[in-house]
């Protein structure tokens, strides 16, 4: 393997934990949802929600997703689904709370979201104004804290 491909694969890794682990290091989310969107063209308006989601609550907002999906592209593991187009954001407000949200491991139009955050009140509290927000547009499935997020039953 080249060191090209290692930094890649590094890069890839990083994208996977931060979103599994909902933008905060060494720490799993305290919660986690999913959501089925209509079609892979609704992707861009879940992103811009998910931006409008972060700008509302002051939070510094990345959208890594063209350059997580060209990483897993150049490692070319064959058991890794890699959805397109590929979802890797997330937004985080100085660590008191945060989200990491994406599509990896599942069909394009599945998304899951982690929420997390040091201040639990303010992390809580965002978690869930944004599960609120988001349920307005799409159906909203949380996620059983002792397993992480699956593909959804009739939504490809």
Known sequence: ??????VRMAGAMVAVAALANG??????????VQL??????????FVNVMNAIA??????FTDRSGQTEAELRSIKNKYVQIAHPHV????????DFSFGAGNLGLPTRQMAIGFNGHDTAAAREFANAAVA???????IIEVPQDRGALPLPNCG
């Open 1 to 6: 393997m080249t060191r090209r491909e290692i």
């Open 23 to 32: 933008c905060s290091q060494g720490q799993a989310p305290f919660r986690t």
């Open 36 to 45: 089925c969107l209509a079609s892979p063209q609704e992707v861009p308006a």
């Open 55 to 60: 700008q509302q609550h002051q939070m510094e």
């Open 88 to 95: 890797n954001i997330g937004a985080d407000r100085n660590g």
């Open 133 to 139: 927000e988001l349920s307005k547009r799409w159906r």
